[in-house]
């Protein structure tokens, strides 16, 4: 049921057993909570909900300045009936518009900086880029633990205790193809390797559904402003450091769920993706004394290939840890 009044129209809609909401969120603590995009063919799409909305109220959960992402989130996936109150984010021309740059500039004026030097997000580098490793049939055999999702071949973790493995991987890498055959399944891969009558041309797509933050700060310490739970992201204080490089805790998207972000390198140094204790992973961040990487991959995707590694007996011996 849809009930507008002027710009502001409320959405009521029922979500039953096993469907997903299928929006992404941004924004929180000073900045508008706004629908990032919507899934197709998800209840949100059905009921009329679409990228670009703020949401002003939820359940009569009302959205102040002071709301957090987090509980943005909770409030939406709370109930199974959700009635959700929302406007355009701005209806001035483009030219007029405070855009996420502007705001985030003129949090940086404010502490005497000039540019965007305390984060950004990388986008030359190799993620997503295809590359293709050569192995021994020896050193590819029964040294591999792949885990079949999403129509799709991950990588979840290889023998740390095999030389010619190391430096050649990264958790969350996509096998394309094995001596030029494509591959979806464990099985599929496993016939390869065994038949093969010497060695194994991997295609590799690397870690497609990553991206990487620099973020950088004065003094080793100052805040990042980033809050962790276990390995997840689950807030960004607004004007932090965190925030201004454009960090959003769960706009991460995995098989039509919207997630949060998980981290799985550190400065491009692997973080055990069993790791479960926020105090390591916090270590891990502050350690970096003033300038970090962070590699962050869908929390959804990151738990799928955990639970699936943990039931390998030899678990142990594949976990990609720094």
Partial sequence: MVVKDSNVFTVTFQIDKGEKLGLALVGGVGAPIVIKSVQDGSVAQRAGLYGGLQILNVNDFIFSPETTHHEAVIALTSSDLV?????????????????????????????NIKDLSYGYRLKRTEIGTTMSVFLQK??????????????????????????????KFRVGDCILNLNGQTITTVAEADNII???????????????????????????????????????????????????????????EFDGSCCAWAVTEVDRKPVSILCRST???????????????????????????????????????FVARS
């Fill in 279 to 317: 105090d390591v992973i916090t270590a891990k961040v502050d350690n970096s004394n003033t300038e970090v990487t962070l590699t962050l991959q869908p929390s959804e995707f990151v738990n799928c290939i955990a639970n699936d590694l943990l039931e390998n007996p030899h678990y142990e011996e």
């Fill in 138 to 167: 020896r050193h590819a055999k029964n040294n591999f633990h792949l885990v079949e999702k999403a129509g799709a071949l991950w990588l979840a973790g290889w023998n740390q205790k095999e030389p010619s493995l190391m430096n």
């Fill in 194 to 252: 065994e038949t093969t009558p010497s060695g194994v041309d991997m295609l590799v797509q690397r870690v497609p559904l990553a991206v990487e933050y620099k973020l950088r700060r004065q003094e080793t310490t100052e805040d990042w402003g980033i809050q962790f739970r276990q390995n997840r992201i689950v807030d960004i204080i607004h004007g932090g450091i965190g925030w201004v490089a454009g960090i959003q805790p769960f706009s991460a």
């Fill in 83 to 111: 009635r959700i109150s929302v406007k355009e984010c701005d209806s001035r021309p483009s030219s007029q518009r405070v855009t996420r740059e502007d705001d985030a500039t003129s949090v940086l004026e404010d502490r």
